[in-house]
Structure formats: C-alpha cells, structure tokens
C-alpha cells in the first residue's frame, strides 16, 4: 500500500493543482454579456468538444424516439378531447358497433378527428386491433390467471 507524501513540496504542488481545478466564481453584477462569457468558457474548459456535441445532427434513434413522443402527444390530446366531449355531453356514447354491449371504449381510426369515434366494447376493440384472442382478454379483464374451463369450482 502506498503511503501518502505529506513533505511541505508534495503539499505545495497539491495546492496549486487543486487551486487550477477548482472553478471560477461568475462574475458579479456586469450583465448578462459577461455573465454569458463566462459560461462559454466554463464548458469549453470542461468539455472542448461542447460545441460539435451541441451543433451534432440527432441519431437515428433519436429521431425515432422524438417522433414516436409526438406521436403519443397526439393520441394523448385527441383521448383528452374525446373524454372532455363525452363528459360535457357533446357526444353520447352508444352500444358496441359489433355486439351491441353498453359497457364501451372509444376508438379512433384517426387520431386528428377527435370527435369521429367508433363505440367498441373490450373484447373487439382488441379485436380489431389484433392484439389476442377473445378468451385471453375476457380472463385479463376478470383477472383469472387460468381460462374459465381450466378453474376450479370454489368449494
């Protein structure tokens, strides 16, 4: 292991490197020129590459990842119109398109036509986005881990 050196020169050359390192107070009061000024070379100090990071084209993740945001931004507000609709009674929910059912969810085919809602109950709402089968829907919504045939009878 080794020791530290604690001789007056080892200390003397450890107080100028951490006198250099340690980071200079903004300036006081001279406006937001100097004030910017100084940030700049604060950044440039830490980081000389600030400029090409900052000024960087995206990635091709990141592109997908901005537009997949504006995206969701858009179904968010068109949910929030629709529900604002339904409960100020602009629109009346009617029974489910296929099997007649009250107990319904809103579907948009477009996201931009807020007030354009086809009434789906659960089950063919997933359906009609092809997302599984009735029997596996019908056992989530009631909260069964096992299809209804495969439960046993409480005793």
Known sequence: MKTKDFSRNNLAQNSQVSANSQRQ??????????????????IAAENPDWQAEMWRLP??????R??????????????QATTR???????KKGPCEVCGSLNVEAHHDDYDKPYQVRWLCFRHHHEHHGNKTKKDFIVKRNGYSKPPAARRPHA
Do not use: F, N, S
């Not at 990635?59 to 997908?64: I, M, P, S």
């Not at 901005?66 to 949910?79: D, I, P, Y």
């Open 85 to 91: 609709a339904v409960r100020l009674g602009e629109i």
């Open 66 to 79: 901005q537009e997949m945001a504006l995206r969701q931004l858009v179904k968010l507000e068109c949910r």
């Open 59 to 64: 990635t091709e993740d990141e592109v997908k």
């Open 25 to 42: 107070p903004p300036p006081k009061r001279r406006g937001i020129d100097a004030w910017l000024k100084w940030h700049k070379q604060r």
